[in-house]
């Protein structure tokens, strides 16, 4: 199994344009986390999907923020419009139960917003 | 509200000696904690969990306590090695019955040869 596959790995964007993350989960897994990682704030949880349904997403830092799973096998995080303190690694986690067991962790996206 | 506390100090250690990192929460009871590792670059790995009937829990040279009592989880390598050198992040659950995890802030481990 490739494991979580995230994608871009890296994004450079301006201030107010629109930012698309992209996430693969392991084939199998009905658990999907949405991280956020920066130095200030460490890893915090922005929004989680069971079965493809939001379970979770008070992590959502604002509206700007908008997360959606229409299959098993993909997932979007979108930012609009982006601003320069949305810069962060942004990670994909899947997991085979809401509770309970170890998640497996992408690789991330590294987001700069400039 | 629930709070995880992990030594924000990076642990710097001589090879051959055990580490021990702490995990501290307060103001609830998870029904486990789970041990992440995570190498600069990369996303954080699975390493061990463990239930709080669980007194202690090994794997290879990894140990893991949980004392419900004190609030705390503590996290031994025995005989370190410089390739253990990583950020190490305690997470448990929100609750129970979900898969939602508080990641602690990590303590960064560094094994010196």
């Known amino acids: 199994d490739a494991g979580v596959i995230q994608s871009p790995r890296h994004e450079v964007t301006e201030m107010g344009q629109e930012v698309t993350l992209r996430c693969k989960p392991i084939?199998?897994?009905?658990?999907l986390f949405w991280y956020r990682q920066t130095m200030m704030r460490g890893l915090e949880l922005l929004i989680y999907?069971?079965?493809?349904?939001?379970?979770?997403d008070s992590g959502m830092p604002e509206d700007r923020f908008s997360a959606k799973m229409p299959n098993a096998s993909f997932s979007t995080l979108k930012i609009q419009p982006s601003e320069p303190r949305d810069s962060a690694v942004y990670f994909c986690?899947?997991?085979?139960?809401?509770?309970?067991?170890?998640?497996?962790f992408g690789p991330g996206t590294r987001l700069t917003v400039l | 509200s629930q709070k995880i506390e992990q030594n924000s100090e990076a642990l710097n250690i001589q090879e051959g000696k055990t580490a021990t990192l702490t995990c501290n929460y307060t103001?609830?009871?998870?029904?486990?904690l789970q041990w992440y590792r995570q190498d600069p670059g990369r996303g954080p790995v699975f390493l061990l969990l463990?239930?709080?009937?669980?007194k202690e829990k090994r794997k290879e040279r990894l140990k893991v306590t949980f004392d419900t009592t004190l609030k705390q989880s503590l996290f031994h390598i025995t005989a370190s090695q410089p390739a253990d050198s990583a950020t190490y992040l305690c997470?448990?659950?929100?609750?129970?019955?979900?898969?939602?995890?508080?990641f602690g802030q990590g303590t960064t481990l560094q094994v010196k040869p």
């Open positions: 986690a899947s997991s085979s139960q809401g509770g309970g067991n170890e998640q497996f």
């Open positions: 084939s199998g897994h009905n658990s």
């Open positions: 999907f069971n079965n493809n349904v939001p379970i979770d």
């Open positions: 103001n609830y009871s998870p029904a486990y």
């Open positions: 463990i239930r709080e009937n669980e």
């Open positions: 997470a448990p659950p929100v609750s129970s019955n979900t898969g939602k995890l508080i």
